[in-house]
C-alpha cells in the first residue's frame, strides 16, 4: 500500500451551534484519485476548505503529509495545490504572466519549473496568449499548473469539470490520471457528477448532510457481490414465484424479471428453472451504474 498522504481525524464543523460536518475520518494515499461525492450541499466544499486552511476546524484533525492543519498550519499547506470553486486568473494577461505572477509569491520557484508545468498540463502553444481567449478548460488546466508550480505533495479540486462540455471534462479527467499515475500525486476531486467519478477515481467517499456514508474502491462500489439479472421468461409470474421461494428478491419489469442474484448461485437458479418447466430465452447481467449504488446508499440512509 502507497503511503497516507492525507488523514481526516474525526473532524467536525460547527456553525452557529449547529455541526455541518460530523465525525468525518478517512486516509488518501499517495498516486490515488480520491472522489468526494455528494449532492449540492453535502458538505464536500466545507470540508474540502478546511482540509486547505481556509475554514477553522470545530474539532478532530487533518493532516497532511503528516503535518496537522491545526499545529502546523505552514508546513501543511506548503505540501497542498488547490483550487476551491473557481480559478481566478488576470484575464488580460497571457497565461504565461499569469504564472510568472504567482511564481513571485513562492520563493525558489525556477524558470525551469514554469516551463515544466506549463509543459504537464499540455499548454505550451497557446501559453503566451491572453487569459481572456482561453476555453472553460484551458482555465482550467492553467489553474491546475497554477496550483503545481510549488511541487505539493496533494492536489484538491472542487468541482474541476463545472461548466465544461464533454471535450474539457475528458480532458481534465485524461490529465489528473496522468497526474496520479505518472507523477505519483494525492489527487482529491469532490464532484455530484457520479459518471465522471466512475471513470476518474479509484476510490470514492461519500457524503451526504454531513456525514460520511461509505468509502469505497470504485470497482467494488459499482460491482458488489450480487449482480442484477435480467430474465426473459415464460410464464413469468410462475417464475417470479420460484425466485421468491429461493429467497432471491426479484420483481417484473416490460415483462422481464430483474433479479438480484450472487453470480456463483447463477448456475443453480436456472437449473431450478429448467426444472420447473419455465422456458428461459435470455439471461443477461446488467451492472449497476454508480448513480444506481449512490441513490441506494443515500436513500436507505434518508429512511434510517
Known amino acids: 500500500m502507497n503511503n497516507v498522504t492525507v488523514q481526516l481525524q474525526d473532524v467536525c464543523k460547527e456553525i452557529k451551534g449547529k ?6 475520518s ?18 464536500k466544499t466545507t470540508t474540502i476548505r478546511m482540509m486547505v486552511g481556509l475554514m477553522g476546524i470545530s474539532s478532530g484533525d487533518i493532516k497532511i503529509a503528516g503535518y496537522s492543519i491545526k499545529e502546523n498550519f505552514e508546513k501543511a499547506v506548503q505540501q497542498v495545490g488547490a483550487i476551491v470553486e473557481n480559478p481566478e486568473m488576470y484575464k488580460f494577461l497571457s497565461g504565461y504572466s499569469n504564472l510568472k505572477q504567482y511564481a513571485r509569491m513562492i520563493p525558489g ?15 505550451e502553444k497557446r501559453i503566451k496568449e491572453k487569459v481572456k481567449t482561453y476555453s ?5 488546466r492553467l489553474g491546475i499548473a497554477q496550483a503545481l508550480l510549488h511541487e505539493p505533495k496533494v492536489l484538491i479540486l472542487d468541482e474541476p469539470t463545472n461548466g465544461l462540455d464533454p471535450a474539457g471534462i475528458r480532458e481534465i479527467r485524461d490529465y489528473l490520471r496522468r497526474l496520479a499515475r505518472e507523477e505519483g500525486m494525492t489527487v482529491i476531486v469532490s464532484s455530484h457528477l457520479l ?9 470514492v467517499g461519500i457524503i451526504q448532510q454531513g456525514e460520511l456514508l461509505d468509502i469505497q474502491s470504485i470497482k467494488d462500489f459499482v460491482h458488489d457481490d450480487s449482480t442484477l439479472y435480467e430474465l426473459q421468461v415464460t410464464p413469468v409470474e410462475e ?8 429467497d432471491i428478491e426479484a420483481t417484473i419489469v416490460k415483462n422481464k424479471l430483474h433479479a438480484s442474484i450472487e453470480r456463483d448461485n447463477m448456475p443453480e437458479v436456472i437449473s431450478l428453472l429448467v426444472e420447473k418447466k419455465i422456458s428461459i430465452y435470455e439471461v443477461r447481467e446488467q451492472s449497476k451504474t454508480l448513480e444506481e449504488k449512490f441513490l441506494e446508499k443515500t436513500s436507505s440512509k434518508k429512511g434510517a
Not at 472553460?136 to 482550467?140: A, N, P, V
Not at 459518471?195 to 476510490?203: A, G, H, K, V, Y
Not at 417464475?239 to 429461493?246: D, G, P, Q, R, V
Open 19 to 24: 455541526k455541518i460536518i460530523k465525525n468525518v
Open 26 to 43: 478517512f486516509d488518501v494515499y499517495e498516486g490515488e484519485v480520491f472522489g468526494f461525492l455528494g449532492p449540492n450541499g453535502a458538505g
Open 109 to 123: 520557484i525556477t524558470e525551469e519549473r514554469i516551463e515544466a508545468v506549463i509543459e504537464l498540463v499540455g499548454l
Open 136 to 140: 472553460l478548460g484551458m482555465r482550467q
Open 195 to 203: 459518471s465522471e467519478m466512475e471513470l476518474m477515481c479509484d476510490r
Open 239 to 246: 417464475a417470479l414465484s420460484i425466485l421468491h421461494s429461493m
